[in-house]
């Protein structure tokens, strides 16, 4: 009798590590997922500014005091 209760023991703490290994995973796959989401809309937004931004004119040089504010 002693050896099938230490059996159902053992087999009960398996069933229960299982379960949380079963959520555990559960709740990865969620993050990945909510990170494919940002990631995926940060392409987009980047796409998006590389539209909005000017052509650079072929890479000549930027002057700085055409960038400073008008009140110098």
């Known amino acids: 009798m ?4 230490d059996v159902e023991g053992r087999l009960n703490e398996l069933e229960i590590k ?3 290994t079963e959520d555990l ?15 995926d809309s ?3 937004q980047v796409a998006q ?8 004119g072929g890479g000549s040089a ?4 055409d960038e400073l504010p008008p009140h110098y």
């Open 62 to 65: 930027r002057n700085l005091r």
């Open 2 to 5: 002693e050896n099938l209760n």
């Open 18 to 20: 299982a379960s949380f």
């Open 25 to 39: 995973l559960d709740q990865l796959n969620m993050a990945i997922y909510r990170q494919q989401q940002q990631i």
């Open 42 to 44: 940060l392409i987009v």
């Open 49 to 56: 500014l590389r539209e909005q931004r000017p052509d650079e």
